[in-house]
């Protein structure tokens, strides 16, 4: 749906295929202290123009971390049942 690369219109998640915005389409109204230096330099290097939108996309970051950690950890933890070979001949 949205191409990779950040265009600053919070689009840029769906090269995972992961719409955050589509999945969490609720709002939350909160004070909190940043630290200005970080916000800053994220919104020079993203290009985001309000401090709100470097955030939501901080945690869409965060949260597509996590889960590709998540299922990183996983490799070589699942048992395999099944013939490989046979299903080559299939295929």
């Given at each position: ?32 202290v940043l ?50 070979d046979r ?5």
């Amino acid at each position: 749906m949205f191409a990779c690369g950040g265009s600053g219109t919070g689009d840029w998640h769906g090269c995972l295929g992961i719409h955050i915005h589509e999945r969490y389409n609720t709002h939350m109204r909160t004070n909190i202290v940043l630290n200005e230096t970080l916000v800053r330099e994220a919104m020079t290097l993203t290009g985001e123009r309000t401090k709100r939108a470097v955030v939501e996309r901080g945690l869409e970051a965060l949260i597509r971390m996590e889960r590709l950690r998540r299922v990183r950890d996983g490799r070589g933890k699942l048992a395999w049942r099944g013939d490989l070979d046979r299903m080559r001949e299939r295929g």
